[in-house]
């Protein structure tokens, strides 16, 4: 398993209700062909695919594969995360699980070139526990470790990141109850101790620490980005860093890793990590090509992304030291999870 222009995925579900959903890795648009209608009928040739779920810890993914498990959740032993896999009932847009809650984004055409968004909170047997209502697209999302807070970004305005005409929502909800606990939009913002405010606050891309209260997140103003560091239950948040998106904290809670734009605003992504205890950041080299992911960590020392491009559509492992070129992981998938 271990051993440059931006490009963004067209999704036809998506296409067909008009919309484009962002989609980590980009510059050129690269189509996700559906299923042929002998493959929807089971008549092609289907990969062996595994009986019953893989022990904790697992690789959860949204599969691509074109056969009737594309868009499905799919599960897979870390061990070999590209063979057989585990075909759970949901189908999602991105999706996400720690503890023994999962949230998965779903956008369903309804006929006319419109679409209706929705979150979904599930359980260990991927049932639908409840549902949320999204007011546009669906972007990222993560749990707390615990499971019992997520996140989600919504876009509002826009579809797409990359040229900075966008609008986002994000929201912290209570797994457990249903209940939200508010958009970061309304929470109070510093900057070198004195209030920030802007009228064109932009968050995306949570990342929970393990008390579930404490996290990281992105803010966009003026065509500006920050890493901020907030607490739920006091809404509120200060920046810690000029010039990162899509922060992902460590299993250790000692690093982020990010992503940050080089070449000004037409130019690519590359990421990063940063030192909690030192504030040193530490450029990774090994990927040469833009990254347009929030990535996970897959242990300690490696992180896993989505990036499309020769190979197709691949979530590929990159080790956090050395400058060693990254590996694909999981071909056919997107949206990486380690349920541990």
């Known amino acids: 398993m271990m051993g440059a222009v931006h490009r963004y995925i067209r ?9 484009l959903l962002l989609v980590a890795g980009s510059a050129r648009f690269l189509r996700h062909d559906r299923p042929s209608e002998s493959a929807s009928r089971g008549e092609a040739a289907v990969p062996h695919r595994l009986s019953a779920r893989p022990a904790r810890p697992f690789a959860m993914v949204v599969s691509l594969a074109p056969d009737d498990s594309f868009k499905h959740v799919v599960l897979a032993p870390l061990g070999a995360p590209d063979g057989p896999r585990f075909v759970t009932p949901l189908t999602c847009e991105r999706v996400y699980y720690a503890g023994s809650r999962g949230l998965c984004l779903e956008s369903r055409s309804t006929g006319s070139g419109s679409a209706t968004h929705m979150a979904h909170v599930f359980d260990e047997q991927f049932e639908r526990l409840r549902t949320l209502t999204l007011t546009g697209p669906p972007s990222r999302t993560r749990l707390s470790p615990d499971g019992r807070r997520a996140a989600f970004t919504v876009f509002d305005e826009g579809h797409s990141y990359a040229d900075g005409i966008f609008s986002t929502r994000t929201t912290i909800i209570d797994t457990a109850a249903g209940d ?4 970061l939009e309304s929470w109070s913002i510093t900057r070198d101790g004195r209030p920030f405010v802007n009228r064109d606050f932009n968050f995306w891309g949570v990342t929970f620490a393990s008390d579930g209260n404490r996290f990281f997140a992105t803010l966009r103003s003026q065509g ?5 560091e907030g607490d739920v239950d006091a809404r509120t948040a200060h920046v810690v860093l000029q010039g990162g998106e899509c922060p992902s904290l460590s299993p250790d809670q000692t690093r982020v890793a990010f992503k940050r734009r080089l070449g000004g605003s037409q130019g690519w992504w590359q990421l990063a990590v940063l030192d909690l205890v030192t504030n040193d950041v530490h ?21 896993l992304y989505f990036r499309p491009g020769a190979q197709g559509n691949v979530v590929w492992v990159l080790a ?5 070129a990254p590996e694909p992981f999981a071909r056919d998938a997107f949206s990486p999870a380690i349920v541990r």
Do not use: K, M
């Not at 450029?283 to 992180?303: C, F, I, K, R, Y």
């Open 11 to 19: 999704r036809p579900w998506l296409v067909t209700a008009g919309l």
């Open 180 to 183: 939200v606990i508010g958009d």
């Open 224 to 228: 500006r980005y920050y890493l901020i």
């Open 283 to 303: 450029p990774l080299a090994g990927d040469t090509e833009s990254v347009d992911d929030q990535v996970e960590w897959l242990d300690a020392g490696h992180l």
């Open 320 to 324: 956090t030291q050395g400058d060693s």
